[in-house]
């Protein structure tokens, strides 16, 4: 083989690799980042209406009462950014993820979720609650995060439908 052709080949290796990384998992990218960041929420339309999601975080009371939350405030420090993608794990508590991608004879595994430790379990709803004490919530028994499908008509300026796509409840006891 020829240098170039061994450069063709590092080169190739080298951008196709993380556009693998990144279709196994959206949180899997190799730093430097070889791709654009991919943060910004798309909004698709089609035939003149808009469809989009929202995450939604609720407090369901042991009458089970639902209230919605202000992420801003439950969340407090941590950045607003952050918010629906550490709600919609459940906080950290789900069952632990994992995905394959296989090409050829090479298979690509990723844990996308690991499983908290027993005193991680503890601490999270610990500081769960203190936020809900904080919010006066105390007589909060779950927090649920909910993606909500919204179609909106463009040219009647309303929303058609609303729908519950996903819904995770995490109990705090």
Excluded: C
């Excluded at 919609?88 to 844990?111: D, E, H, M, Y």
Aim: no cysteine.
């Amino acid at each position: 083989m020829t240098k170039k052709l061994v450069l063709r080949l590092i080169i190739l290796l080298g951008l196709i690799l993380p556009f693998l990384l990144r279709e196994v998992s959206n949180s899997l990218e190799p730093y430097p980042a070889v791709l654009q960041p991919s943060g910004a929420t798309k909004i698709s339309t089609s035939e003149g209406v808009l469809r989009f999601y929202k995450t939604e975080l609720l407090a369901i009371g042991n009458d089970g009462t639902e209230q919605f939350l202000d992420p801003r405030q439950f969340f407090n420090t941590i950045p607003h950014q952050y918010w629906t993608h550490i709600a919609r794990n459940g906080f950290g508590l789900s069952q632990p993820k994992s995905r394959s991608f296989s090409v050829g004879i090479w298979t690509l595994s990723a844990t996308t979720i690991l499983e908290a430790s027993p005193e991680e379990r503890i601490a999270a709803l610990d500081w769960m609650k203190a936020r809900l004490i904080e919010l006066e919530m105390p007589e909060t028994e779950k927090l649920r995060v909910q993606q909500v499908r919204t179609l909106f008509d463009i040219d009647k300026r309303m929303i058609i439908e609303n729908e519950i796509t996903e819904q995770t409840d995490v109990e705090l006891r």
